[in-house]
């Protein structure tokens, strides 16, 4: 085992989370996370109402009896989800762990806690986590600068963001943006992390509901393929490069607002790319941390070889290097 107050918290056997990620998030592959030791996660609104995402939790069940987690993302739109019912389907299906994002979660909390549901919420900076702990979540997972999707606006890195956090939030911490092995693993502890989200590693691993070319595509690319599309909007979010993306930041920094690139972003052609292996087809989100990637392994391989280095790591390196 690999124990920290978070997996205490949890009851899983190792500090690793696979990101809640939108079309990716689905049974086969969170199953496989937890059933490896770590904490495995369905995103809710890649299920098209609450009843499929009861259906899919049941599958997942199928799949494991480790504990799995549910992410359930919170955006202010002008048409919301029926997010009341999204809630009522995974407390009908006994989840009992949530990690929220987007808006603050407190609207959420009391239904929540009523439930007996640990949550989880994801923070860009440290005034969202110590504000996250201030409203009652119960852990706090920080994202850095390298991360995939909305890394926030202030820009900061993980080796900053890290430690940052920790040394002023009282509640677990878990690192996110830039974690493929077990190098990241090692550094977020010693950085006073209690453990790690991957999101990006995860997609490419045999289990990954997307598209072969695509997983092949993320081992072909290096940390410099990766775009950041809406920084004049203020909503930056890091997506892959390609012709799509870059024809959106060019319309964007030419002085185009939402509307004239409403269509090259639509999350229905992002979903195209997964499902048919076109990388070229839409907007599709993948972290820096693509250039640490060359390989496709099942999703238990990456979590206990993950362990298996960082536990390397931080015995025989880290006492090697004391000694000398």
């Not at 045999?206 to 070319?213: D, K």
Request: charged share 20%.
């Amino acid at each position: 085992m690999l124990t920290t107050p978070f997996t205490e918290l949890l009851g899983i056997t190792y500090p690793i989370v696979q990101g809640g990620m939108q079309w990716v998030g689905r049974a086969e592959l969170a199953a496989a996370v937890s059933e490896a030791g770590g904490l495995g996660m369905i995103t809710a609104l890649t299920q098209p109402t609450p009843d499929d995402l009861r259906r899919e939790i049941e599958r997942a069940r199928a799949l494991t009896d480790k504990p799995l987690g549910v992410n359930l993302t919170i955006l202010p739109t002008i048409d919301p989800p029926p997010y009341d019912e999204y809630r009522r389907a995974i407390f009908d299906s006994g989840i009992t762990i949530v990690e929220t994002a987007g808006s603050n979660p407190a609207p959420h909390l009391d239904e929540f806690k009523r439930h007996g549901v640990t949550v989880i919420h994801k923070c860009t900076s440290v005034r969202h986590a110590l504000k996250a702990e201030q409203v009652g979540v119960d852990a706090v997972s920080i994202d850095g600068f390298e991360c995939a999707g909305h890394p926030g606006e202030d820009d900061i890195p993980g080796l900053i963001l890290i430690p940052a956090a920790t040394q002023r939030v009282n509640i677990p911490v878990i690192a996110s943006g830039g974690f493929a092995d077990g190098r990241g693993l090692a550094a977020a502890l010693a950085l006073g992390a209690d453990g790690i989200n991957m999101g990006t590693r995860f997609m490419c691993t045999v289990e990954s509901p997307i598209h072969q070319q695509i997983k092949e595509a993320i081992v072909a690319a290096d940390e410099l393929d990766t775009e950041l599309i809406f920084r004049p909007l203020r909503n930056t979010a890091r997506v892959a490069k390609n012709s799509v993306s870059t024809e959106v930041v060019e319309i964007l920094e030419a002085g185009g607002s939402f509307p004239d690139v409403r269509e090259l972003v639509a999350g229905a052609r992002g979903r195209t790319v997964y499902e048919t292996g076109d990388a070229q087809a839409g907007i599709w989100s993948v972290g820096l941390v693509q250039g640490l990637i060359d390989d496709i392994p099942t999703a238990g391989e990456v979590v206990t070889r993950t362990v298996a280095e960082a536990r390397d790591i931080l015995t025989s390196s880290l006492a090697r290097f004391a000694a000398g």
